[in-house]
């Protein structure tokens, strides 16, 4: 997995002890954990309506220990959403 400088650096700022720990995703994203906890609340609360049925189970995979193999929640959200859009056409 590779980090640019800037992105570490961001982390880096979070981290009150210098050691940080990341959740990565098969897009490419990583997050650290506390802003993964966090951007995870926004998909829960933002997509539990547009997918009911399938969120819950979306939900269950980001929450879940070990390797991540799906795309993070801001780009399922975003390929959620676009899908919906083209769907109303």
Same mark, same amino acid.
């Given at each position: 997995?590779?980090?640019?400088? +800037? @992105?570490? $650096?961001?982390?880096?700022? @979070?981290? +009150? !002890?210098?050691?940080? @720990?990341?959740?990565?995703? $098969?897009?490419? +994203? /990583? *997050?650290?954990? &506390?802003? *993964?906890?966090?951007?995870?609340?926004? *998909?829960?609360?933002? $997509?539990?309506? &547009?997918?009911?049925?399938?969120?819950? *189970?979306?939900?269950?995979?980001?929450?879940? !220990?070990?390797? &991540?193999?799906?795309? /993070?929640?801001?780009?399922? +959200? $975003?390929?959620?959403?676009?899908?919906?859009?083209? !769907? &109303?056409?």
């Amino acid at each position: 997995m590779r980090v640019s400088g +800037h @992105e570490l $650096t961001r982390l880096q700022l @979070e981290s +009150h !002890n210098g050691d940080i @720990e990341l959740v990565s995703f $098969t897009c490419g +994203h /990583c *997050f650290s954990s &506390k802003e *993964f906890d966090s951007t995870l609340a926004r *998909f829960e609360h933002s $997509t539990l309506s &547009k997918v009911p049925i399938s969120a819950p *189970f979306l939900i269950s995979k980001y929450r879940g !220990n070990g390797l &991540k193999q799906l795309a /993070c929640p801001d780009c399922v +959200h $975003t390929t959620i959403t676009k899908i919906m859009e083209f !769907n &109303k056409i």
